[in-house]
């Protein structure tokens, strides 16, 4: 195999062409499940070779409870420099473990700490705290007792972002922040995060993605108050006054992307569908092609890791 094992570490690089043109090209809706899933998928590929990197390069150190056949010569030619990769391959995956489990617990605790302020309060979809600070955030349910309200999230929003705006502007930011909790975007927003942290290479997936999801909102929005320059001004406002979510794995009106963006896509026309561009278009071809590769760099990353694994498995014995 050699380098071809190595695959899966790299092979995310290929998805960054999918992430430029599914942000200009797609529906916002597609292009987030779409580079959510790609993420997801090449960040486990990645994980799981550096898991068998570990394995195959240490497998000859003395003292190790692997089987014997695991550090015969055919198992290490699998892997170039098998005893450098092997080493460093562990520090790799001790440095993902505790990124990944970081932005878990943080994930968790800002949740924890956010519903257990909310104690207390009416069991309504809609918080409005007493808070000079302004910021609005959709603040997902979390399964546990509490009334209907936890279980499906609420929308939080501090009086001081309210006063800055106008009636019909409010509308703008409730159904902004409505469709996050609808949408789930705290789950794709998380997937993401924790793909990020597996393999860094991947860390234009996450922007794009919390861009896609802030715009997937937006045309929800839109559509929900029937103008789509309200919900600019809305947006613009907000911007101007707000700090934002409490952490980038929840959403927000103000979230994690150019809000410049987000304004000038919506005075400009609505997206026509949810569907693919055709690929007889500039855009289409573009968009397929960068696609195609990258479903060919996933294939190529898991067939790698699948190789190896058999690899391990034929010098086992049974």
């Known amino acids: 195999m050699g380098v071809f094992v190595l695959l899966p570490l790299v092979l995310p690089l290929t998805a960054v062409p999918v992430a430029r043109l599914a942000e200009q090209h797609l529906h916002p809706r597609l292009a987030t499940r779409l580079l959510s899933a790609l993420a997801v998928v090449l960040a486990v590929c990645s994980t799981l070779c550096l898991g068998l990197l570990v394995v195959v390069g240490t497998a000859q150190l003395p003292g190790n409870p692997l089987p014997d056949g695991w550090s015969d010569a055919e198992v290490r030619e699998a892997v170039p420099y098998d005893e450098v990769a092997g080493k460093a391959a562990i520090v790799a995956l001790v440095v993902v473990a505790v990124g990944c489990g970081a932005t878990g617990r943080r994930h968790r605790r800002v949740r924890r700490e956010a519903w257990r302020a909310l104690r207390g309060l009416p069991g309504q979809r809609l918080v409005v705290l007493p808070d000079p600070e302004p910021y609005a955030y959709a603040l997902p349910g979390h399964g546990r007792r509490g009334g ?16 800055r705006l106008t009636p019909s502007e409010r509308k703008a930011l409730l159904a902004h922040e409505e469709a996050h909790l609808t949408g789930r975007h ?34 929800e929005a839109a559509r929900t108050t029937g103008s789509r320059t309200l919900v600019a001004r809305a947006i613009g406002k907000a911007a101007l006054v707000s700090r934002g979510a409490p952490t980038p794995t929840l959403a927000g009106i103000v979230g994690a992307g150019p809000v410049p963006r987000r304004v000038a896509a919506l005075l400009a026309p609505a997206p026509t569908a ?33 190789t190896l694994f058999f690899v391990l498995k034929a010098a086992t014995p049974l």
């Open 274 to 306: 949810m569907t693919w561009p055709s690929v007889f278009t500039t855009a289409g071809l573009a968009v397929w092609t960068a696609t195609a590769g990258t479903v060919g760099s996933a294939l190529s990353s898991a067939n790698a890791t699948v």
């Open 148 to 163: 209907e309200g936890a279980a499906q999230g609420r929308i939080v929003v501090s009086g001081a972002l309210l006063g």
């Open 186 to 219: 705290h789950r794709c927003l998380l997937a993401v995060q924790l793909a990020a942290r597996a393999n860094p290479l991947l860390r234009p997936l996450r922007a794009a993605v919390a861009y896609t999801t802030e715009r997937w909102a937006d045309e």
